[in-house]
């Protein structure tokens, strides 16, 4: 009764305030957002442990890598933890988020953020078709099984939006070295990462990623996956939520949250 109650008011409520603008806290970063419904969390709201995590770490004067860049709110947190003398970088291949996106860093006056209109993958493609719900645009998807569950809803977009490996990308468009990545991105997480072998092996950033996938069993299989490929690359990673160090013998722990991974210090 009560979900089938929020599911219908929270559309009703974010239309309704789609333009007011007002400042919020994100963990310990005060940041100022149009539309949403952040403007409710200092009366009801509690820090996320995600909220708690991203602001606890120093990116003082680093470079971040946002891929999955949404509608910037991370983006605009990055760019005031990071400071003047640090960079971010939004990789977004939405145009609807793009313009909002843009709207969050004249807003927040930033100018240390640099917002490139593509997807991260495995390979580079001008077409790639992106799927996307009708009214989330924080649900689209390049993955085809997650196409498919949101196809069966029948509300939804079909796009076209350029792709291109992480690696490309920065050679490209002259970006540069990362500190950190943050990778959320409906499902391709281990695409993406497949196509930044070059950066990881050169530069060693930390990785903040969220898991998905289109049901428990695609969850699992994601996670499997990205986490032997970051133990292949030398990288330790922990669930955020537990406080778990994850390995390959017990990555389903992790099929839910975010993992943080950083390259394992070299013993002499």
Known sequence: MLSNLKEKLLPVCQQISANFIYEMDYGRIRIK??????????????????????????????TVYDIGGHIGVLSVVFAKAVGPAGKVVVFEPNEENCSRIEG???????????????????????????????GSTGTGSMSETLQSQIIKEKKFKQLKVSIDTLDGAMAAHGLPEPDFIKIDIEGMEYQALLGMPQIVKHFSPQFYIEIHGADDAGKCENIRRVTALFESWGYGLRHVETHQDIASGNSSLAKEGHIFCRRRAVKA
């Open 33 to 62: 957002r149009k539309g949403g419904l952040g403007f409710l969390k200092k009366a009801f709201g509690r820090p996320t442990q995600e909220e708690e995590f991203l602001t606890s770490l120093n990116l003082r004067g680093k």
């Open 104 to 134: 969050h860093i004249r807003l927040n006056a930033l100018t240390n953020v640099k917002l490139l209109r593509l997807g991260i993958a495995d390979t580079k493609k001008e077409d790639q078709t992106f799927i996307v719900r009708q």
